[in-house]
């Protein structure tokens, strides 16, 4: 079995398990997603090779539309799979389902839509001469 804290080398695998975009190893944020007070606390800057996490100030707003984007998708599908697979409820079984789903999630789609930004707009890319270190 691998060591967890070793590095990754698919940027995609990097990203789900929510690493550093360019060392693949350093952890993006300091606690677990379960830990409900403390889910969004991330690092200045990687532990591990001391690439920045926030590459210019306000620079996770942006985050907010990719959190849209991953709303729009738990709507969709909570709805797809309650008309078919509970043969089209009534409202308040949707929205209530809608609803707890949103806020289980809520941690999860935080912390993707940061590390989105992150990889897709903040200007690393992996280097493996860090993965070595």
Not at 32 to 61: H, I, N, R, W
Not at 96 to 115: G, K, W
Request: aromatic share 16%; proline share 7%; glycine share 6%.
């Amino acid at each position: 079995m691998s060591d967890p804290d070793s590095h990754i080398e698919s940027s995609t695998l990097a990203l789900l398990a929510l690493r550093c975009p360019r060392c693949h190893k350093g952890h993006l944020f300091n606690y677990p997603a379960t830990s409900l007070t403390k889910f969004t606390d991330m690092p200045a800057e990687c532990p591990v090779c001391g690439q920045t996490f926030e590459p210019e100030p306000g620079f996770y707003f942006g985050a907010m539309y990719v959190s849209f984007g991953f709303a729009v998708a738990i709507f969709l599908v909570c709805g797809v799979v309650l008309y078919y697979l509970a043969n089209d409820p009534e409202l308040w079984v949707y929205v209530t389902t809608v609803a707890a789903v949103t806020l289980v999630s809520s941690p999860l789609v935080f912390r993707y839509s940061r590390a989105l930004m992150l990889y897709l707009f903040g200007g690393a890319r992996y280097d493996s001469k860090w993965s070595t270190r």
